[in-house]
């Protein structure tokens, strides 16, 4: 994977204490890259207002994909949830789409957005997964195949006009479930990495970069050789940002065991085997989709453990 030079040197700033290597300072966790196509932010923009101002395509789009819905507009109405809208698409959620809802809505920008996004797949993809495999030691597109890729694809919008305009929370801290996200920006900053040898220390990555960040997946399939990286979005009062993510995670029928010779040991039910991708994003996710609003606890639901302690306990026991 490319150098990540700007962020190295930041986050060495906030690490200068000890004289650490880069992959020692990164934890392989983080890298920028120089991605071969940008977002379309204009269209982005369009389709975001677009849904806002016109609520019958926003119920058909969510329409399309009852479980979860699609457009998310929670902090319409929530003040403590995350302080953003989203669009969250996959390429199976994109097949559910009516036709007549898919052409009012690609004069709106969305065809331009998904062709990005597959472009974005289709070149950077291959190239992320084999960088991550010889770090891992392990061959990951073995659990990654082309024909079932578990791709989603999100866009973010910061927008001022939610129920608390002045939250400085866009986006809770957290670390990403899959293998790898790659988080394009549109020039905003917003986007900060805790240190991995000074948690509690938010580094802030400029709003221009494109950064390639591993997740729980590939900390466990890694036998920890490639770390997960805690992030968060801060917001500016009055200030719009706009982000697009690209998820990659593992065939939700792989199981999420260590490489073998992993040097640190897990839980007895990673070790065996136990652990499907399917049922870690179902049964972890919950708790990320009450930060972001989408899901109320119901009675006694919420036991007060943050979602990465509680994914702690479950990978290392
Ligand atoms: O908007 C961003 O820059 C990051 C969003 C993010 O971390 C997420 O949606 O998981
Ligand atoms: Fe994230």
């Given at each position: 994977m490319a150098a990540a030079v700007a962020?190295?040197?930041?986050?060495?700033?906030?690490?200068?204490?000890?004289?650490?290597?880069?992959?020692?300072?990164?934890g392989s966790a983080v890298v920028l890259i120089r991605p071969v196509i940008q977002p379309p932010f204009c269209a982005i923009r369009r389709?975001?207002?677009?849904?806002?101002?016109?609520?019958?395509?926003?119920?058909?789009?969510?329409?399309?994909?009852p479980k979860r819905g699609i457009f998310?507009?929670?902090?319409?109405?929530?003040?403590?949830?995350?302080?953003?809208?989203?669009?969250?698409?996959?390429?199976t959620r994109d097949s559910l789409i009516p036709q007549a809802l898919r052409v009012s809505l690609n004069?709106?920008?969305?065809?331009?957005?998904?062709?990005?996004?597959?472009?974005?797949?289709?070149?950077h993809?291959?190239?992320?997964?084999s960088s991550l495999s010889q770090i891992a030691g392990t061959d990951l597109t073995l659990s990654h195949r082309q024909q079932s890729l578990n791709l989603n694809f999100r866009l973010c919008d910061y927008n001022p006009g939610t129920a608390d305009p002045v939250s400085s929370n866009g986006c809770g801290e957290h670390t990403d479930y899959g293998t790898f996200s790659i988080i394009f920006q549109d020039g905003t900053p917003g986007?900060?990495?805790?240190?991995?040898?000074?948690?509690?220390?938010?580094?802030?990555?400029?709003?221009?970069?494109?950064?390639?960040?591993?997740?729980?997946?590939?900390?466990?399939?890694?036998?920890r050789r490639i770390c997960a990286a805690r992030h968060r979005v801060r917001r500016v009062p009055g200030v719009r940002r706009l982000?697009?993510?690209?998820?990659?995670?593992?065939?939700?029928?792989?199981?999420?065991?260590p490489t073998a010779g992993a040097p640190v040991n897990f839980s007895q039910k990673i070790m065996d085997g136990d652990i499907s991708v399917e049922w870690f994003k179902e049964v972890m996710g919950k708790k990320w989709r009450y930060r972001e609003?989408?899901?109320?606890?119901?009675g006694g639901e919420d036991d007060g453990v943050a979602q990465d302690d509680e994914i702690k306990r479950l990978i290392f026991g």
């Amino acid at each position: 994977m490319a150098a990540a030079v700007a962020l190295q040197r930041t986050i060495s700033a906030a690490v200068s204490a000890k004289a650490l290597t880069t992959s020692e300072r990164l934890g392989s966790a983080v890298v920028l890259i120089r991605p071969v196509i940008q977002p379309p932010f204009c269209a982005i923009r369009r389709l975001f207002d677009h849904l806002h101002a016109n609520p019958n395509d926003a119920a058909s789009l969510n329409a399309a994909y009852p479980k979860r819905g699609i457009f998310k507009t929670a902090a319409m109405v929530n003040k403590f949830s995350d302080q953003k809208f989203t669009i969250d698409l996959s390429p199976t959620r994109d097949s559910l789409i009516p036709q007549a809802l898919r052409v009012s809505l690609n004069s709106h920008g969305f065809d331009d957005m998904l062709s990005f996004f597959r472009i974005a797949a289709d070149t950077h993809v291959p190239t992320i997964l084999s960088s991550l495999s010889q770090i891992a030691g392990t061959d990951l597109t073995l659990s990654h195949r082309q024909q079932s890729l578990n791709l989603n694809f999100r866009l973010c919008d910061y927008n001022p006009g939610t129920a608390d305009p002045v939250s400085s929370n866009g986006c809770g801290e957290h670390t990403d479930y899959g293998t790898f996200s790659i988080i394009f920006q549109d020039g905003t900053p917003g986007l900060e990495i805790e240190a991995p040898y000074a948690p509690g220390t938010w580094i802030p990555i400029p709003g221009d970069a494109t950064v390639v960040l591993a997740g729980w997946c590939a900390l466990i399939m890694s036998g920890r050789r490639i770390c997960a990286a805690r992030h968060r979005v801060r917001r500016v009062p009055g200030v719009r940002r706009l982000s697009a993510v690209l998820f990659v995670a593992p065939d939700l029928d792989a199981k999420l065991k260590p490489t073998a010779g992993a040097p640190v040991n897990f839980s007895q039910k990673i070790m065996d085997g136990d652990i499907s991708v399917e049922w870690f994003k179902e049964v972890m996710g919950k708790k990320w989709r009450y930060r972001e609003g989408n899901l109320e606890f119901v009675g006694g639901e919420d036991d007060g453990v943050a979602q990465d302690d509680e994914i702690k306990r479950l990978i290392f026991g």
